[in-house]
């Protein structure tokens, strides 16, 4: 089993920054792909970014020159640097690992864009 904590969400005014982290713990596993994801209110959760196991990334088109993620896997860890965040950014961010064959989700972090 692998369980995913988020940290680093929070209130920030528009045009500022985050760093988003997600620490994954359990016993022995390989990482593969890893993600996030976000979701508003009413709306589907919607992919933001990814990181392969090789290190190549993808992004969704609405954060592309704004957001970037990178990964340790040596501590098991993922980020999301946020730059020039807009209030459209307001969402519950969630990291998803891909360990083993299997897809593990984080509880969320909360990020709200706002004057």
């Known amino acids: 089993q692998v369980h995913l904590v988020e940290s680093g969400g929070g209130l920030v005014q528009p045009g500022g920054s985050l760093r988003l982290s997600c620490a994954a713990s359990g016993s022995a596993f390989s990482i593969n792909d890893i993600y996030w994801f976000r979701q508003t209110p009413g709306k589907q959760r919607e992919f933001v970014a990814s990181v392969a196991w090789l290190g190549g990334t993808n992004y969704a088109d609405s954060v592309k020159g704004r957001f970037t993620v990178s990964r340790d896997d040596a501590k098991k860890m993922v980020y999301l640097e946020m730059n020039s965040l807009k209030p459209e950014d307001t969402a519950v961010y969630y990291c998803?690992?891909?360990?083993?064959?299997?897809?593990?989700w984080g509880q969320g972090t909360q990020v709200t864009v706002s004057s």
């Open positions: 998803r690992f891909l360990v083993d064959g299997n897809f593990y």
